[in-house]
Nanobody, 125 residues
Framework: QVQLVESGGGLVQAGGSLRLSCAAS????????MGWFRQPPGKEREFVAA????????YYTNSVKGRFTISRDNAKNTMYLQMNSLKPEDTAVYYC??????????????????WGQGTQVTVSS
């Protein structure tokens, strides 16, 4: 059974930092791109960041560039999202995604087959 499990979410003040982790089990994702998405309260889920299979290509939505860093450790089958200088508008449920299909863009949800259950990130002002 393939599972993606996020951890590291929580409540933080504006300007603070959090590090999210996504641990995969059931299959290896070392040959696939992986991504982070988020769903703010009352809004649609949106792309945050993605990383190529070997970590040499990184993709970010404009609003997090310079503040968030995506990375992965294929030996541990784990992906990370380091979030610095957090803002209240970063408040959302954050989801990791795997099983990427190269037929579609890394920016779109339908490109990914597997999803975690989500972890809540709340940034207070």
């Amino acid at each position: 059974q393939v599972q993606l499990v996020e951890s590291g979410g929580g409540l933080v003040q504006a300007g603070g930092s959090l590090r999210l982790s996504c641990a995969a089990s059931g299959r290896t994702f070392s040959s696939d791109a992986m991504g982070w998405f988020r769903q703010p309260p009352g809004k649609e889920r949106e792309f945050v960041a993605a990383v190529s299979w070997n970590g040499d290509r990184l993709y970010y939505t404009n609003s997090v560039k310079g503040r968030f860093t995506i990375s992965r450790d294929n030996a541990k089958n784990t992906m990370y999202l380091q979030m610095n200088s957090l803002k209240p508008e970063d408040t959302a449920v954050y989801y990791c995604a795997g099983g990427y299909s190269s037929a579609s863009s890394v920016y779109t949800e339908r490109s990914y087959r597997y999803w975690g259950q989500g972890t809540q990130v709340t940034v207070s002002s």
